[in-house]
């Protein structure tokens, strides 16, 4: 499987923007599919995951009630939805896949991810 990660840019803070993921290779029917982020000087952390299936959805603390993770089975593809962003969500912003329908726990574990995608860059200007 691929993954393609688009929609990144420059918005200011307080502004929104859509990321997507569009997955090839495989048609997505379980499993499950994570955005994961990395900013310069720093270690990639989780952001927001979900079983595929749409049953179970994770997100960091830190962009809890401000990001929100999607999907739409039809086009194989997951979106991230970032609204009231900061300039600290600045980063280079992953999406990751599992074929494995993770539990809770595991959602937000990069380790539980076996296909990556390219990062797209969002930068967030005060």
């Known amino acids: 499987v691929q993954l393609q990660a688009s929609g990144g840019g420059l918005v200011q803070a307080g502004g929104s923007l859509r990321l997507s993921c569009v997955a090839s290779?495989?048609?997505?029917?379980?499993?499950?599919i994570g955005w994961f982020r990395q900013a310069p000087g720093k270690e990639r952390e989780f952001v927001a995951a979900?079983?595929?299936?749409?049953?179970?959805?994770r997100y960091a603390d830190s962009v809890k009630g401000r990001f929100t993770i999607s999907r739409v089975n039809a086009r194989n593809t997951v979106y991230l939805q970032l609204n009231n962003v900061k300039p600290e969500d600045t980063a280079a912003y992953y999406c990751a896949a599992s074929v494995r329908g993770l539990i809770y726990t595991t959602l937000a574990s990069q380790d539980a991810y076996e296909e990556w995608g390219q990062g797209t860059q969002v930068t967030v200007s005060s």
């Open positions: 979900m079983r595929w299936s749409g049953s179970t959805t």
């Open positions: 290779g495989r048609t997505f029917s379980s499993g499950a």
